[in-house]
C-alpha cells in the first residue's frame, strides 16, 4: 500500500507506535554487533533503539518523507529506500525486525514480503516482528463501514489482519521454522483531545479514494461521536488495537549425516 505520510506530525503526535515497538526488540537474541535490518524503518526510532543494544542496524522503508526524518535524526546511521515485497540486500543479515508494517502489505503481497525476507537472512537468523492482527481496531472499522453504508459507500478494509494459525502457516510455506507468536489486545491511549479524529486521518486514508474533504469530514465526525462512549475514558481516546508478535527463523542448512 503507497501512502504519503506527514512525517512530522507522525513523528510528534504517534509516538506510541515506535514507543510500543520497544518490547518486540527484546525477541532479538542475536549476539551483539549482528547485522540487523529494520524492515519498515519510519523515522528510524528503533533502527537506533537496535544500534544502541549493540547491533549493526540498517533502516529500509518505502516513505522517503519519513527517511528524511530518520537520515535528520540520526546522522551517521545508514537508511535506505527500499520496497519491503521487493529487496535485496548485498549480503545477508543476522535478523530482520520489523514493527507495525505489515498490515500495510496487501494479503496478495506477503509472500513475496516473506520470500524476500528468507533470502535477506543467514541460515539461522531470526526474523522478528509484530503488527495489527485480527480484530485490530475492529471498533473503529465497524464505525467508519456503518458510516459510509448509510451513505450508500462501501468501506473496504485498507489493512491485513490475520490470525496466528494464518500467518505461521504463510511463514512455514517460505520456509521459517516458527518458533513464538502471541495474539493480544493492547488498547493504545491516543494524543489530545482530537486523539482518534487524528489518528483516523493519519492511518486510514484509502477508503477515502474520490470522497469529498466535505463528505469526508463528515463520515469521520460520525464515526468518532458513534465510538466515544466505548473509546473515550476519562478525558482520553484510545484505539482498540490488537497486535501480532512473533518470531521466526530460517533455518539453519542441514549437517552431513557422516560429521
Known amino acids: 500500500m503507497n501512502i504519503r505520510w506527514d512525517a512530522e506530525k507522525y513523528t510528534s503526535n504517534f509516538s506510541f507506535v515506535h514507543r510500543y515497538g520497544s518490547g518486540v526488540l527484546d525477541l532479538l537474541d542475536a549476539g551483539a554487533g549482528g547485522a540487523v535490518l529494520d524492515l519498515g524503518c519510519g523515522n528510524g526510532a528503533l533502527t537506533k533503539a537496535l544500534q544502541d543494544r549493540g547491533f549493526a542496524a540498517v533502516g529500509l522503508d ?26 535485496a540486500l548485498p549480503a545477508p543479515v543476522d ?3 520489523s514493527n507495525a508494517v ?8 506477503q509472500r513475496d514480503m516473506l520470500r524476500c525476507v528468507h533470502r535477506a537472512l543467514k541460515p539461522g ?6 503488527f495489527g492482527g485480527s480484530g485490530n481496531n475492529r471498533r473503529i472499522h465497524a464505525a467508519l ?17 490475520p490470525t496466528v494459525g ?3 502457516a504463510l511463514l512455514e510455506e517460505a520456509g521459517f521454522e516458527v518458533r513464538f507468536a502471541v495474539l493480544f489486545d493492547r488498547p493504545t491511549e491516543l ?15 484509502a477508503p477515502f479514494a474520490g470522497i469529498g474533504a466535505e463528505e469526508r469530514a463528515e463520515i469521520v465526525d460520525e464515526a468518532v461521536e458513534a465510538l466515544r462512549s466505548e473509546l473515550r475514558v476519562d478525558g482520553k481516546w484510545y484505539a482498540d488495537y ?17 560429521e
Not at 505489515?102 to 503481497?109: G, K, L, Q, T, V
Not at 459510509?148 to 491485513?160: I, L, T
Request: with cysteine; charged share 30%.
Open 166 to 168: 494464518e500467518y505461521a
Open 102 to 109: 505489515f498490515h500495510w502489505i496487501d494479503a496478495e503481497r
Open 191 to 205: 494524543t489530545g483531545p482530537d486523539g482518534l479524529k487524528d489518528w483516523i486521518d493519519m492511518f486510514v486514508k
Open 125 to 130: 537468523g531470526q526474523f522478528v516482528f509484530e
Open 62 to 87: 518505502a516513505s522517503e518523507e519519513l527517511l528524511r526524518v530518520a537520515r535528520a535524526s540520526y546522522p551517521g546511521m545508514e537508511f535506505v529506500r527500499g520496497d519491503a515485497t521487493d529487496f
Open 242 to 258: 490488537v497486535r501480532l508478535r512473533m518470531k521466526a527463523a530460517r533455518p539453519k542448512e542441514a549437517s552431513s549425516p557422516c
Open 95 to 97: 535478523a530482520v525486525f
Open 145 to 161: 463501514a456503518a458510516a459510509f453504508e448509510r451513505r450508500g459507500r462501501c468501506y473496504r478494509m485498507p489493512f491485513y489482519f
